[in-house]
């Protein structure tokens, strides 16, 4: 009896969805901690020169390290970046908060923030996969492998596209007018 065959159309969806819906809580959770916790930040450079290209690579640079470092850890690693990231903007949120620059979260944060939260996600959901596999054969489970790659591969050009659509909105849209 193998292990690893057929199973229902639902498994690898499932399976993803499940991861995505786990790291979004970890990001809220990370958003709320920094905002109830540790040292305020005193004061912030809004107003950043940065490009498409550089916004992009380095989220990018993120996602990619959470897929890869992640796998290797069975998900630590990402649980790590994805709720070290929710943490700073609590933190940023909470420092607009203080500042009466509430307008900004509204203005400045949430027009590419959605996106590119949800892409961050659903890369770090990428990284449980193989210890998702792993946990499903081990219990016996029916898993189609090759589903589940070729829904991983395409939430990856997902995220990825994603990713780029968030750099250019939080370049050219998101404003911050102090």
Not at 82 to 96: A, D, T
Not at 117 to 146: H, P, Q, R, T, W
Request: charged letters at 15%.
């Amino acid at each position: 009896m193998t292990k690893l065959g057929k199973s229902n159309n639902n498994t690898a969806d499932y399976m993803l969805k499940k991861a995505r819906s786990f790291f979004l809580m970890i990001y809220l959770l990370g958003v709320f901690i920094g905002m109830l916790r540790g040292k305020p930040i005193e004061h912030i450079n809004i107003n950043q020169d940065k490009n498409v290209h550089e916004i992009f690579f380095h989220n990018l640079f993120i996602g990619i390290s959470m897929i890869t470092l992640g796998s290797m850890t069975g998900g630590i690693y990402s649980i790590i970046i994805i709720c070290m990231n929710g943490y700073i903007l609590g933190k940023l949120i909470r420092y607009l908060f203080k500042n009466n620059l509430v307008y900004l979260i509204i203005s400045g944060i949430l027009p590419h923030a959605i996106i590119e939260v949800a892409c961050l996600c659903a890369m770090a959901s990428l990284s449980a996969i193989s210890f998702n596999l792993l946990i499903k054969y081990l219990k016996d489970e029916y898993i189609c492998i090759g589903k589940v790659w070729r829904k991983s591969f395409i939430w990856l050009l997902i995220s990825i596209t994603g990713l780029y659509l968030s750099a250019i909105i939080e370049c050219y849209v998101s404003k911050v007018v102090v």
